[in-house]
């Protein structure tokens, strides 16, 4: 594909492998985040700025982007509403990044259809929490508004060499605790739950063949691979190919010994997150046979973190 494409804030994880995934379609890939970063790759460009209007009126003017990938995480929607008109006017397709999270926990396996948080929990209990809540704001926003070349995307965790997740553990923290012979503890009511994780590989992948396709414009698409590992299958992969210890403790322990975001923890780690994929795989025409099986993903990370295994 002989096509240009903007990632806002598109430098961390999710946007590397988006980005990855891009190049090898053959579009042109132009990158907005504040972190120097280099290209190895002559259709890749790194823009080095905050990202502000002022700044995306003057990409536009330049060039036009036949799709954009916005992944900046707007905390209320009065921030977003400007962003989406100015987006939509200057771009064939516009994929806007919500989460996961959006869910409650009353649908097993999830689909699209899924009741969310907001839905299912009462109001009062969600009024300090900064991440769902507004995603939803924004999308259903989007839903009532009168642009149709948008599409909301709904990724799980995605896992890389810079956030190796483990329930509520997040950056190198296992392989720091691995090499030092700590324990980790972790809360044995997420156990057998089904963790919503991914290789960030996979999740960029399933992004990157979204843009474009036929009848996905105002629609959500949950971003998974489907592997649906629970929280212990995961902590097996670690011991395996580290030698991490973990110990399960009780919720009301664990959080006594491990202060946390409560959110994060009772309104999602709690949750069991297994996910029907076939809206994606169907809208992108992926299958299982495209993706990379999270503990080969866990490998190729460690490795890049130069970890022996």
Known sequence: MDKNVLLIAGGGTLGTATAEELLKLGCAVDVICPEEKQSCHPRLTFIRDVVSEELLLRLFAAKHYHGIVNFIHYNTLEEYIPVHTLLTAHTDHLLFLSSYRVYGDAQHPITEEAPLLVDTVAADVLSGETYAVPKTACERYMAASDTHNWTVVRPVISFSQHRLDIVMRSGTEVVDAAREGRILTLPAACRHLTAGLDWAGNTGKLIAHLLWKPGVCREAYTVSSGQN????????????????????????????????NPYGLYCDRLYDRAVDNRKILAATGLTAADFLPIREGVIRELQKLGVSL
């Not at 929280?231 to 946390?260: C, K």
């Open 229 to 260: 590992l629970t929280w212990e299958q995961v902590a097996n992969i670690y011991t395996d190919l580290l030698g991490a210890r973990f110990e399960w403790l009780d919720t009301d322990t664990y959080v006594r010994r491990n202060p946390t």
